[in-house]
């Protein structure tokens, strides 16, 4: 997928972000295994000035890589998909965004989206997509049939 192609899927998600919990941009496969690519509103409102950039553009077409359970965890420097826990310490901006602020939070909407993923939130498993440029923070709903990554909130901090 070239980055025009990513940004018009993109574009053409926008005006249906506010009336679901997610909207599918995208579905990649990689070693018999789809992911299906998914944004949020939330996303979209966090990313006020990023939306749409190169940046941002280069980092959702890094899902292409798929989740790779040898991999889960990055290893500094690397592009791709990764779990985030809760056993680092200290707590460093991506969790404090991810867990205090989405998974463990009231009212933040992961409820609904566990729901439209049925699932709960348990299931949920925290992560991270990265490039060089942005981290991008979602949740991943892992499947028989194909993972959903769903993402949720961004991390600019270099």
């Not at 025009?4 to 972000?17: H, Q, Y």
């Not at 992911?35 to 940046?55: F, G, V």
């Not at 991999?71 to 991810?98: C, I, V, W, Y």
């Amino acid at each position: 997928m070239t980055l025009e192609e990513m940004k018009r899927c993109v574009c053409e998600a926008a005006d249906r972000l506010e009336l679901h919990p997610f909207v599918e941009i995208a579905t990649f496969e990689r070693d018999g295994q789809k992911l299906h690519l998914a944004l949020t509103d939330r996303l979209r409102r966090r990313a006020k000035k990023s939306w749409r950039s190169k940046d941002l553009l280069v980092t959702l077409k890094n899902a292409a890589y798929g989740f790779d359970d040898r991999q889960a965890r990055s290893r500094g420097g690397k592009d791709g998909l990764f779990l985030l826990d809760r056993s680092f310490n200290p707590p460093n901006e991506m969790m404090r965004k991810l867990f205090d602020g989405y998974i463990d939070k009231p009212g933040s909407g992961v409820e609904e989206l566990a729901t439209a993923l049925e699932c709960s939130v348990s299931e949920l498993l925290p992560v991270r997509l990265v490039s060089h440029h942005m981290r991008l923070l979602g949740v991943l709903r892992r499947t028989d049939t194909g993972d959903w990554l769903v993402l949720v909130d961004l991390d600019v901090t270099r």
